[in-house]
């Protein structure tokens, strides 16, 4: 039988206090929450965006 040296044991020992921390520490999810409103979502990103895209096409078409 093999012989553990006190450096594998002390490992073996840190993985499997690690394991079971994980596995029996988990916390329950949140429950979900409230559905979003109905209709197409813009928010102030996609605005800022679009118009950025507009600005920038309008500049192009201004240097050429």
């Not at 559905?35 to 240097?63: E, N, T």
Request: net charge positive; charged share 10%.
């Amino acid at each position: 039988m093999a012989k553990l040296n006190l450096k594998s044991l002390l490992c073996f020992v840190i993985v499997a206090v690690a394991f079971v921390t994980q596995t029996h520490a988990q916390i329950v999810p949140p429950p979900p929450g409230p559905p979003p409103p109905p209709g197409f979502p813009i928010d102030a990103g996609l605005v800022g965006v679009l118009a950025a895209g507009v600005l920038y096409g309008i500049r192009k078409k201004l240097k050429n």
